[in-house]
């Protein structure tokens, strides 16, 4: 299967759904959709990015020679799926304790940004809350930023934050 072609053919779950099927637990299958993610033009890196999410989680180990690129990478502007997907896995897999520093800032960082979308928010503070069972140290923080966003957000976001604060702690 020539990957490239077939993300170009159609944007739907189909296609992406076909495209996780074609790569599998595959390694080097896997090497050739993350390089069109990270080095191909933007329409193929917006719709590679969602096939990588499915992957990612679906077979884990997959991911994990990656997440410190896929981390580095969002702070480029890059387009919101790459930012919604990337951070989408990390709620999934497990994060080196190398990596928890800069996933915390980009988290942090995409929390309290007024462009971002929802989703990406959403999917920040529960990774930070997830980090925060091992580094206790950021409940202050996320706590903070999440009870100065609650009156200004939407009900997605308020049942997510909801959560979030009943497992850290109030």
Known sequence: MDLRAEILKEHSKAQT?????????????????????????YRVVQRSAWAVNYCAVNHPQLIKPYLGKMIDYMRKPVHDAVRRNTIRILQFVEIPKTLTGKVANVCF??????????????????????????????????????????????????????KILKAVGR
């Open 17 to 41: 759904m076909k495209i996780v099927r074609f790569i599998g637990d595959d390694s080097k299958k896997f090497k050739e959709l993350m390089n069109l993610f990270f080095n191909d033009e």
């Open 109 to 162: 960082d995409l929390l309290q940004s007024k462009d971002e979308p929802v989703a990406v928010k959403v999917f920040s503070m529960t990774v930070l809350g997830k980090l925060c069972k091992t580094e206790p140290g950021l409940k202050n923080e996320l706590r903070l930023l999440i009870q100065e966003q609650l009156p200004y957000s939407t009900a997605g976001f308020q049942a997510r934050a909801k």
